[in-house]
Nanobody
Framework: QVQLVESGGGLVQAGDSLRLSCAAS????????MGWFRQAPGKERDLVAKIGTGGRTVYYADSVKGRFTISRDNTKNTVYLQMNSLKQEDTAVYYCAASINFYAARDEYVYWGQGTQVTVSS
């Protein structure tokens, strides 16, 4: 069992930066690939970025490539999402999730956090 708790969301202006954190419980964190998803009102929950167990394999959605950076610290059981040059369209609830497979589809992620709201104003 893995419990995930996100933090770091908030209200910022366009162009600002935020860093989201996702703290995981349990000693098996290193076994899981981790993903950050987001869901805006009325839209589906979409993958933003993901990272492999060792931290070297990463993937970004085109919409955030070059602006967001995903990283993990396996000694702290934590995954991060550094978000720079934020845009209004980045406004959403951001979720972290864990999967045993880096190539997993959204529905194959087995553990989810409760989400943290990110609001970007103009």
């Amino acid at each position: 069992q893995v419990q995930l708790v996100e933090s770091g969301g908030g209200l910022v202006q366009a162009g600002d930066s935020l860093r989201l954190s996702c703290a995981a419980s349990g000693r098996t964190f290193i076994s899981y690939a981790m993903g950050w998803f987001r869901q805006a009102p009325g839209k589906e929950r979409d993958l933003v970025a993901k990272i492999g167990t060792g931290g070297r394999t990463v993937y970004y959605a085109d919409s955030v490539k070059g602006r967001f950076t995903i990283s993990r610290d396996n000694t702290k059981n934590t995954v991060y999402l550094q978000m720079n040059s934020l845009k209004q369209e980045d406004t959403a609830v951001y979720y972290c999730a864990a999967s045993i497979n880096f190539y997993a589809a959204r529905d194959e992620y087995v553990y989810w956090g409760q989400g943290t709201q990110v609001t970007v104003s103009s």
